[in-house]
């Protein structure tokens, strides 16, 4: 028999829905609870029951759009991939996850997108997120001796930098998925590994590869 | 005594400066010949003397904005620096320029970005002549031993791509100028030297800066 946490969570997917359905009419326009009421067949005080202000319902459409991206993101800080695979499968999984959300629907991608930048204060705790686990693959780096003359806080900075057109949701509509691939991701990857600070093993490992050293 | 030329160059400059008061005014919303002309207390008539078409004055509105821009990067390119110092400067000159003209007037910034994005094709082919002046200072680099395994297409896409944050004039806005700083596009350019295809002479040099070889 189904809880009454269930009924609840059935209606917020149900409205989370509709909230696409108005979106994909009426792009960022700002949206009211009494209108989202409407679209749903619900009366203006019933969706109250369901998100109890505007910033829940808010909060509860960036934890959907967020979740599958977040789930990449534990499941590669957990792995025990190599570290220069980890942190280049940390960048690539969330960008192809970027490219077919985007190419599913470019226009509702783009609503969405002007959604967020209204609503800042919602996903910046996202993004905070991504650069907290992108400190721990930074950390683990630093064990095998990568960046050792930078911060953490330094290198997440400036691989953020670097890997901007990967990591800002919006690249994809400005600069197009003909320019961005994740070969170029996978050798921006390696160029941080190889170039920034370039530690002992990084540089015994170029040395290596074009015969220097044997 | 003045010639007719400079007497219309004069008119346009004003017309120019018109055109800022107008932004200023109004944001990036579409502004008229007639409108324009009305400001500067002008006839409608009288302003197709100075430019023929809404085209001309935008182009000329583009040539005005980039001008800095365009003596920096050919004095970059023509100088004898060496390559890495050529690299940076190019990049790095531009970027304070950015920075001077977002915080002399963060608004008007804004808006002239709005209107830029609502006229790519008059912007388009400044964006091209940044890369043709980065297409050069590459193969001049190829020259000196870098980036041998890619194309100069590809190491030009790859670079605009790491230094995104400080080639698009817009990061300024939503970045800011706190993260964004030459110290960190120094680091990058850095990067992109030693670790982009690490080439022979990259990796010799790392390799004496940390003493595995003397």
């Known amino acids: 028999m189904a809880r009454p946490q269930t009924n609840l969570d059935a209606g917020r997917q149900l409205l989370l829905e509709h909230v696409d359905i108005l979106v994909r ?17 619900m009366s203006p005080s019933n969706i109250y029951r369901f998100f109890d202000s505007k910033e829940a319902l808010l909060e509860a459409v960036a934890e959907k759009w967020f979740a599958e991206k977040i789930a990449i993101m534990e499941a590669v800080a957990r792995s025990d991939m190599p570290i220069c695979e980890k942190m280049f499968a940390y960048f ?6 970027t490219v077919d959300q985007y190419e599913d629907d470019p226009a509702l991608y783009k609503s969405y997108m002007e959604i ?7 996903v910046r705790g996202y993004v ?4 907290h686990y992108l400190a721990e693959i ?5 064990e095998n001796g990568y960046f050792l003359d ?8 400036l691989i953020n930098q670097m890997l901007q057109c990967y990591v800002n949701p919006e690249a994809v509509m400005f600069i197009g998925t003909g320019k961005l691939n994740v070969e ?19 540089v015994a490992d170029n040395v290596r590869q074009i015969g220097v050293l044997t």
């Open 116 to 122: 967020g930048q209204q609503y800042f204060e919602v």
């Open 138 to 142: 930074v950390a683990e780096a630093m």
């Open 25 to 41: 009419k009426r792009g960022a326009a700002d949206i009211s609870m009494t209108e989202l009421a409407t679209e749903a067949g």
């Open 128 to 131: 905070d997120l991504g650069d």
């Open 92 to 97: 690539a999984r969330r960008f192809l996850l």
């Open 150 to 157: 930078l911060t953490i806080d330094e290198t997440v900075s």
């Open 184 to 202: 170029k991701l996978q050798r921006i990857v390696d160029t941080i590994f190889r170039g920034l600070s370039a530690p002992m093993q990084a």
